[in-house]
């Protein structure tokens, strides 16, 4: 008999579960992140693209730009620093260092300028496909022209 009034007195209060997300939510989420996905993929096939391009422009094949760490070695030889630096990148607050040399040296070996160069920190999205399919050209390692020095012979 008591059962009976607590189950007729609860049964006048709906008691919901549901705490989830509404069907309408979870579809705005998923388009979000479907827009989200496809314009983050977009920006990585233009860094690569552009990279190949300035892999190219330097001289080396361009698919050494896929290859992770080798890149860095490869785009330090580019800039005219020694592959070994490759590892300071692994050193905190060396790291920053070494990276703001990295790209001063890509802007100068391509003959731009240090207001380049500000820009390939703050924004390389944009001023690394200038670089690449501008008329920027390849100078040499650090903006040093690439000479060739043909020894001479002896005098007698």
Same mark, same amino acid.
């Given at each position: 008999?008591?059962? *009976?009034?607590?189950?007729? !007195?609860?049964?006048?209060? %709906? ?5 989830? %997300?509404? @069907? @309408?939510?979870?579809?705005? !989420?998923?388009?979000? =992140? ?16 552009? +990279? ?30 020694? /592959? ?7 050193? &905190? ?8 040399? +990295?790209?001063? !040296?890509?802007?100068? *070996?391509?003959?731009?300028?240090? !207001?380049?160069?500000? /820009?390939?920190?703050?924004? &390389?999205?944009?001023?690394? &496909? ?5 008329? =920027? ?7 040093? %022209?690439?000479?060739?020095?043909? &020894? +001479? @012979? %002896?005098?007698?």
């Amino acid at each position: 008999m008591l059962l *009976s009034l607590i189950a007729q !007195a609860t049964d006048s209060y %709906p008691i919901s579960t549901d705490y989830g %997300p509404s @069907a @309408a939510g979870a579809q705005a !989420a998923t388009a979000g =992140a479907s827009v989200f996905g496809f314009f983050y993929f977009a920006l990585v096939v233009l860094m690569i693209v552009t +990279m190949w391009r300035i892999f190219t422009k330097a001289g080396r094949p361009g698919w050494h730009c896929l290859i992770p760490i080798y890149s860095t070695v490869v785009l330090l030889r580019i800039v005219g620093k020694p /592959g070994w630096w490759f590892l300071l990148i692994f050193v &905190p607050l060396v790291n920053i260092i070494i990276v703001l040399i +990295m790209h001063d !040296a890509l802007s100068k *070996s391509f003959g731009k300028s240090t !207001a380049f160069t500000l /820009g390939l920190i703050f924004v &390389p999205f944009i001023t690394l &496909p200038i670089l690449a399919f501008g008329g =920027a050209k390849y100078i040499g390692p650090g903006g040093m %022209p690439m000479t060739l020095t043909v &020894p +001479m @012979a %002896p005098q007698v």
